[in-house]
């Protein structure tokens, strides 16, 4: 028996294949599952960034998971706006990062997405001023004590993440970075 409640939840359930402990649908990559009444199924993904590795590895999961479920076919659509953000990793995923070794990433500054474009070329001898620096985000805390930590590299096992190490305890750690 096909239900669409049955489909959402398979497909809702996959994990992350670079992280599993989380699901795509907490970290926000799921976007929307639509199933027709014989169970054709069309779900909308937003990659996390451009190029990211595991995007195939997700849309083969998620064909899999909806076929598993009883879906007789499975479009996968990816759309790219609005862009994702780590602001869409919802809570439960960051306690579940935090368990898993990996430091959850921090509160992005507020976009300065509303200053306004540079038009054209400025005339000789205008002192252009910098752009208004927007920060970024603090220092990740260790997820094993809490400690301070110091960047190893800026990458980590993946690309969306980035290497620590607590200065406390000495345990090196992933950061997922964020975008
Ligand atoms: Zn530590």
Not at 2 to 9: D, G, L, M, N
Not at 163 to 176: A, I, N, Q, V
């Amino acid at each position: 028996m096909v239900t669409a409640e049955r489909i959402r939840a398979a497909v809702a359930a996959v994990p992350d294949p670079e992280i599993r402990v989380v699901t795509i649908a907490e970290l926000g990559i799921l976007r929307e599952v639509s199933v027709d009444g014989d169970g054709s199924t069309a779900v909308t993904i937003t990659p996390t960034y451009v190029g990211c590795p595991a995007m195939d590895t997700i849309r083969a999961d998620i064909r899999a998971a909806a076929r598993r479920a009883g879906a007789p076919d499975v479009r996968v659509d990816t759309v790219w706006s609005p862009a994702w953000t780590t602001r869409w990793i919802g809570e439960e995923a960051r306690a579940k990062l935090a368990a898993a070794g990996i430091a959850p990433p921090g509160d992005l500054p507020e976009s300065s997405g509303d200053l306004p474009e540079p038009v054209g070329a400025a005339p000789a001898g205008t002192r252009l001023l910098p752009l208004a620096v927007t920060g970024t985000p603090p220092a990740p805390a260790c997820p094993r004590c809490g400690g301070r930590a110091e960047r190893l590299a800026r990458f980590g096992s993946t690309a969306c993440k980035s290497l620590w190490r607590c200065e406390s305890c000495g345990e090196p750690f992933d950061h997922f970075k964020e975008h």
